[in-house]
């Protein structure tokens, strides 16, 4: 553990030999932290763990400005684990309305339901209970500990891989995939003791939504600028852009699934085949994103008694 002194920078394959002080780049993170954070209900003096848990699933690609009123209506509706559990799915992707990924949703009720069948309602605070709960992966594990429960863990996400490349690896951009050096990097930089190391994770996941951003980043405006081993190499362009996927929306299967989902919510009650019909004219794309929607537990089908009469559709 490097707790200070010079750290090694690492691209994809390993160390390279730009070096940076972690010390100097903590207390300027951290101090500009301290004047710029956003007031966010998830991190609040009074925030749950189990709030802190939702605002997690929630926020996995889904931009904050979406996540925080959907955030605090969930919370006033669904306030503890054993809420949640006890609501019927349909409600439960009704209040998820258009954060995006719906499965999500549901994982986090199975979530909520494990937590109150393994751990008597609360959410827990050791690592391996918390990776051990439905669609809690490493990452949503180690944000738990930090943002919850103040513990020291290596909160790696998309804006802490980017500052981490650019200030101490000298890219434009991490690689697409997270990378054991870049594990073994942010966990040097972490601080020893939990309460700053916690904070060490929120802030410089903060700089890296707010200043060190993938497209504009404002360099300008960016605490740790001397620093910055990009800048300093004259922020050399991304190495990795040939092999980024670009997603697109117009026309793919999430788009119709997106539709599908909209009219079940909207509607009071089951909606007859001919309206799901409507909604695409690509016959054989929409069967397809029906049958997904069935097989993902996002949709019921109901078959009519005469077997003449197609089938009617409503959320499960």
Known sequence: MAAAGRVGAVGEDGPVPTTIDALLLREAVLEWFGRHAREL?????????????????????????RVEPAWRAWMARWPEPADLAAASPADVLRAWDRLGYPRRALRLQE????????????????????????????????AVQAFAFGRRSVVLDTNVRRVL??????????????????????????????????????????????????RSPRCESCPVAGLCAWRAAGKPADEHAGRRRTQAWAGTDRQVRGRVMALLRDAMGPVPAAAVEALWPDRAQLERCVESLLADGLLAREAEPDEDQPPTYRLP
């Open 41 to 65: 209900p998830w991190r609040s003096e009074d925030r749950s763990a189990w709030g802190v848990l939702v605002s997690e699933v929630m926020l996995q690609q889904t931009p904050v400005v």
């Open 111 to 142: 979530c909520a339901r494990a937590v109150v069948e393994r751990h008597s309602g609360v959410v827990p605070d050791a690592a391996e209970d918390l990776l051990a709960l439905p669609g809690v992966g490493a990452y949503t594990a180690a």
């Open 165 to 214: 490349a650019r200030a101490v690896a000298g890219v434009a951009l991490p690689a697409p995939s997270q990378t054991a050096a870049e594990l073994r990097l942010a966990e040097s930089l972490v601080p020893p003791d939990d309460a700053a190391a916690a904070r060490w994770s929120a802030a410089s996941m903060e700089l890296g939504a707010l200043v060190c951003t993938a």
